[in-house]
């Protein structure tokens, strides 16, 4: 079945710094998804991607889906407080609705 | 506003002893999924209804079942609770494919 690999497992940060995190697909993927999680909250959805090579910015984070649509990242600039959590990718296959998610980055910041 | 409401927010049972969680949703959207969420790791999909059509995952163990009377509610049922079912449950809704709207969860504790 569609696995979905996520590193790393944990980042911690300095306030300011930028940090990436990456998601991988066994499989090619028809759309990826991105929440976020906060510490004792649950996930909410961040951002969709479908097309092959296409790239979204919310204010500072990045997102880029591979153009083979096999691979996707968050970028976050100047990192703050407000940034703590976990962060998940999921991938679509395409023949269902059903999202694969990957292990999530937890993210750390020290001030 | 429109939303995804899990009821309730904690729930405490005894080892052994049926217990229901619930889910409502005010969006419309056609499927309801759930999932546990154990500390640190990513939500795993137990179950899901595609309209009134149920699908379980191969690896849910028998212990857990669901009900979906309307378009709006569904219900997850643990008939047996065994120390290792205690976690976080997650309800969500989508359109098909479209992005996830995750309820706040039901945090599960079996004493």
């Known amino acids: 079945g569609q696995q979905v690999m996520q590193i790393p497992q944990y980042q911690h940060v300095q306030e300011g710094e930028d940090f990436t995190t990456y998601c991988n697909s066994s499989?090619?993927?028809?759309?990826i998804q991105w929440y976020k999680q906060r510490p004792g909250g649950h996930p909410v959805f961040l951002i969709q991607l479908v097309k092959s090579g296409e790239v979204k910015k919310q204010k500072r984070l990045t997102f880029q889906f591979g153009e083979a649509k096999k691979n996707s990242s968050l970028h976050i600039t100047a990192t703050q407080t407000t940034d703590v959590g976990t962060y998940f990718c999921a991938g679509g296959s395409g023949n269902d609705y059903k999202l694969s998610f990957g292990a999530g980055t937890t993210v750390t910041v020290r001030a | 506003d429109a939303m995804v409401i899990q009821n309730p927010r904690y729930q405490v049972t005894q080892f052994g002893k049926p217990v229901t969680l619930s889910c409502s949703q005010t969006?419309?959207?056609?499927?309801m999924y759930w999932y546990q969420q154990k500390s640190s790791q990513a939500p795993k999909l137990l179950f899901h209804?595609?309209?009134?059509?149920?699908?379980n995952e191969a690896d849910t163990p028998d212990n857990f079942q669901s009900r979906r009377p309307n378009t709006s509610f569904c219900f997850l049922d643990i008939r047996s609770p065994g120390l290792g079912d205690a976690a976080m449950y997650l309800c969500?809704?989508?359109?098909?494919?479209?992005?996830?709207?995750f309820g706040s969860g039901t945090r599960l504790t079996v004493v």
């Open positions: 969006l419309n959207h056609n499927v």
């Open positions: 499989t090619t993927l028809s759309n």
């Open positions: 209804y595609y309209d009134k059509d149920f699908n």
């Open positions: 969500a809704t989508s359109r098909d494919s479209t992005r996830y709207t």
